[in-house]
């Protein structure tokens, strides 16, 4: 529901907040206003400067659309007029009150917290609280204790948590499962010295790919000053900052910072004492461009990045070669072919109600600090009409050239917004648009595949295999038929069912070697293999533990199953009921056995008459005739 109405309720507060920029009225209800903010895309800022109302003007004038004010308490009249002054220039706000900030709630009732925050409900201005910044993953306990406090009594004002950078795995995960919040926030500040740094696009892709994963919005804080190492950023740095998050998906984009936050060193579009710097109006043209994408990004959801390298003239930088390889929609089936001199991302969008409405972002991914343009083509597979290009802070239509090709320019940094109405398709592109999907979906899962050494090996080299088989094919191109993709579509699907960890295979073997123990004659095998086989079990076991050596366990593993497999049976071949010799009873039996299939582990030796490791319809003729011999 909230990428269906974001459309309508993004023009909405546009319009609104360009309406009551510079009025104390705001027609919306504080219900209303955060519906609409967490349906849109909004710049916001960390550390606002608000020393006076001319001061709050100038953040307005600057494009700021929310903010957070600190050491707030409504007891403190300073603090009750920053807020006036926000609400007057249309800046929403988010409050930190120090009281109810990081784990304070965990000890407090919710109707202590109610008195804190009453102040606030119902102000349209308000959209809610900042509960913590940056917590640690042992924080989430109590993290969640406070934030079920607070959601309880805020009567939907949003408490904020916002994340550390480059952290992976469950500390996003816990987001939505354990906090259970409907949104993802984190901090990148990628622009250091010279370069770009190297795992900049690999954060993006964890924090954008759990986002969509659970279908949440995805907040970002961009670099929009220097301190310390990270340099000043310049118009580019924060074209490519925003647009290479918007291509995984980020809605908010919060500048770090407008005002500088008493960094020693800091440089930012305003100092400590209010004082504009020369990044203000470079602050103020990229939220202005930012405002005039929002209305039409925020009527489609994301599907995923992929990267494109071709032609390029030098090698991709480090950052997009972590991730170059790990597309999450590789075949948005809208682009036929895309190129460039230097590296580029593309963001794959839909509309969600409207399958023929398309989009895509492009991004010059090259260094920013490199200074690099790039002309960019590419052709349609399911339009050759003029598409619709949103980039910087102008929309325009773009027709294709005799060829069908369109060609962009995109400046250092740069980044384009293609809107695309598509033709119906056939009933034969409708298929393989579904199969590319569907193989894409498997290689992009098996490609984003961690700590490999936990997965068991022969499961893992068949997925690979099939994976590669699948890459192959796609090098035909055009040429590729239904049946050839459904083909491979069908042996992914087969080889990704397939896949167990080290773990898996090892807790069956372990069951498997136990229930023999327990349950065989072993009356019937050489003593020495079960003296191997309980010898290697103990081992396997105590492999077992919360925190394995896979590569120990692994070969655990084979060593129990080795001694299973090499058991040497040495009873009578036939002689179901363990008379001494092979009688018809013993043949029916086994005929039964190959009808239903229930033989344990004893009976399988057993009924294996022609010691071919099966049992089948040659092991009854074999044992009729054993029958016969012995009458």
């Given at each position: 529901m909230r990428r269906i109405l974001s459309a309508i309720l993004s023009l909405i507060f546009c319009f609104t907040l360009g309406a009551s920029m510079f009025t104390a009225e705001d027609s919306l209800t504080q219900k209303e206003a955060i519906e609409m903010f967490k349906t849109g895309m909004y710049i916001g800022d960390w550390v606002p400067s608000t020393l006076s109302e001319q001061h709050v003007k100038e953040m307005a004038e600057c494009g700021i659309q929310y903010t957070?004010?600190?050491?707030?308490?409504?007891?403190?009249?300073?603090?009750v007029q920053e807020l006036e002054w926000c609400s007057k220039y249309g800046i929403k706000v988010f409050l930190k009150d120090d009281r109810i900030?990081?784990?304070?709630?965990?000890?407090?009732?919710?109707?202590?917290?109610?008195?804190?925050?009453?102040?606030?409900?119902?102000?349209?201005?308000i959209l809610g609280y900042c509960i913590y910044d940056e917590p640690s993953e042992e924080q989430y306990e109590d993290l969640k204790v406070c934030l079920d406090k607070y959601n309880a009594v805020a009567q939907g004002m949003i408490g904020t948590v916002n994340l550390f950078p480059y952290r992976y795995g469950s500390y996003i995960e816990k987001v939505f499962t354990l906090l259970e919040m409907d949104y993802v926030s984190v901090d990148i500040y990628p622009l250091v010295g010279e370069t770009t740094e190297d795992v900049y696009y690999k954060n993006l892709k964890a924090v954008g790919d759990a986002a969509r994963k659970y279908d949440a919005d995805f907040w970002l804080f961009i670099q929009s000053m220097s301190w310390n190492d990270r340099r000043i950023p310049d118009l580019e740095d924060l074209r490519f900052q925003a647009y290479s998050a918007i291509a995984y998906g980020a809605t908010k984009l919060m500048h770090f910072c407008y005002s500088n936050p008493h960094f020693p060193d800091g440089y930012s579009a305003v100092d400590v004492n209010g004082e504009k710097s020369d990044l203000y109006p470079v602050l103020q043209q990229f939220n202005t461009e930012m405002q005039h994408l929002a209305p039409i990004l925020s009527q489609y959801k994301d599907l995923g990045a992929f990267y494109v390298t071709e032609g390029m003239s030098a090698e991709a930088p480090v950052y997009l070669r972590q991730v170059k390889d790990l597309s999450q929609y590789e075949d948005f089936r809208t682009i036929r072919e895309i190129s460039a001199d230097q590296p580029l991302m593309v963001g794959a969008f839909e509309h969600p109600q409207d399958g023929l409405d398309k989009a895509f972002v492009i991004v010059n991914a090259s260094d920013c600090y490199q200074q690099k343009e790039t002309d960019v083509s590419f052709t349609l597979r399911y339009s050759d009409g003029p598409v619709t290009v949103t980039m910087d802070g102008r929309t325009f239509a773009l027709e294709a050239d005799a060829d069908g090709v369109y060609r962009l320019h995109l400046g250092s940094g740069g980044g384009a917004f293609v809107q695309v109405q598509e033709r119906p398709r056939t009933e034969e592109e409708i298929a393989l648009d579904s199969y590319f999907a569907d193989c894409n979906a498997v290689k992009n899962a098996f490609l984003d595949l961690?700590?490999?050494?936990?997965?068991?090996?022969?499961?893992?080299?068949?997925?690979?295999?099939?994976?590669t088989a699948y890459t192959q094919l796609k090098e035909k191109g055009e040429a590729i038929t239904v049946a050839e993709l459904l083909q491979a579509r069908s042996a992914l699907l087969q080889a990704q069912s397939a896949l167990r960890t080290k773990m898996e295979v090892a807790t069956e073997w372990s069951a498997r070697g136990h229930e023999i123990l327990q349950t065989s004659d072993r009356s019937l095998y050489e003593a020495s293999g079960f003296e191997n086989l309980e010898k290697y079990l103990e081992r396997l076991d105590g492999e077992m533990t919360e925190e394995p050596n896979y590569t120990k366990l692994g070969y655990a593993t084979e060593k129990v199953q080795e001694a299973i497999e090499t058991l040497v049976f040495i009873g009578v071949r036939g002689d179901m009921d363990k008379s001494g010799k092979v009688t018809l009873a013993d043949v029916l039996g086994i005929a039964r056995a190959v009808l239903d299939g229930s033989l344990d582990f004893d009976g399988q030796h057993i009924a294996d008459v022609t010691e071919d490791g099966a049992v089948n319809l040659a092991d009854v003729i074999a044992a009729a005739r054993k029958a016969l011999s012995q009458r």
């Open positions: 957070f004010l600190w050491a707030f308490n409504y007891d403190d009249p300073n603090k900030y990081g784990t304070a709630m965990k000890d407090m009732t919710q109707d202590e917290i109610y008195q804190i925050i009453e102040p606030s409900i119902g102000n349209p201005n961690e700590n490999t050494i936990v997965y068991d090996s022969d499961s893992y080299q068949s997925l690979k295999d099939a994976v």
